[in-house]
């Protein structure tokens, strides 16, 4: 294992998960079991692997099984920190790491959604990262783009997010994985603009942009799961066994 991070993880999981239907009516998106477990607990065990220990769950939907949840999870990795951020009113991605910040430890912010999950390396992502005040990873893809932010880039920086778009060529295009970086004293400069529910796409995100800050990108091409869709849900059960030997 990796030496210990300095780096806050902040894990956005407090939707309901309305398009799985059936599957969260009684579980939040990111606790529903893939092959006996649930996804969130791979997503943790990945970043623990590259030495992250201190999460921050910020939840809204069925807030009593994350508390659940942590207990099964802090049981069987006494070295990390895991503290639930409830949300009373749902937040919007950028409101939930708003209502995270003043709780946190460290400088250095990783925000990662708890239904993704992109396999790759963490140790270069973070030594990349700490050294700028604001990075987004990207992924190519060229299918289900309408699903997703593309994010436009100029050389090393990002120069615009532009709308879900529908799928009309078979041209890899740079998606928004969710996995996002900041040095939380700057931040708050941003941050601080915004009050109630907003979303880190569309406030957040664009104001980096508009500001005198440098918003640099980490473009990638690894395997990538998003569990929003029964469809995909249904990928992550082979996702799983073929990328995270303890997933078999």
């Not at 692997?49 to 802090?74: D, M, Q, S, T, W």
Request: glycine share 6%.
């Amino acid at each position: 294992m990796f030496e210990k991070k300095k780096c806050n993880v902040i894990i956005l999981s407090g939707g309901f998960g309305k398009r799985l239907g059936s599957f969260t009516k009684e579980t939040p998106k990111p606790l529903i079991k893939i092959n006996h477990k649930p996804f969130l607990e791979y997503l943790l065990n990945y970043l623990i692997k590259f030495g992250f220990y201190r999460f921050y769950l910020a939840v809204h939907y069925k807030k009593n099984k994350f508390e659940n949840f942590k207990k099964k999870i802090i049981k069987s990795n006494k070295n990390i920190l895991l503290k639930i951020i409830n949300e009373i009113t749902p937040l919007g991605t950028g409101g939930a790491v708003k209502n995270t910040l003043n709780k946190t430890l460290y400088n250095n912010n990783l925000v990662i959604n708890a239904d993704t999950l992109i396999i790759g390396d963490f140790n270069y992502y973070y030594n990349f990262m700490k050294k700028k005040n604001f990075v987004i990873l990207g992924n190519y893809l060229n299918k289900n783009l309408h699903r997703y932010g593309i994010i436009s880039t100029k050389k090393n920086t990002v120069h615009n997010f532009l709308e879900k778009q529908k799928q009309k060529k078979n041209i890899k295009k740079l998606i928004n994985t969710g996995v996002f970086f900041f040095k939380k004293k700057l931040a708050y400069q941003i941050f601080d603009k915004f009050n109630g529910a907003f979303s880190l796409e569309d406030s957040i995100y664009k104001q980096i942009i508009k500001s005198n800050f440098k918003f640099y990108v980490l473009k990638e091409n690894k395997p990538f799961i998003d569990i929003g869709i029964p469809s995909d849900l249904k990928k992550s059960k082979s996702f799983i066994k073929n990328y995270l030997s303890y997933g078999k």
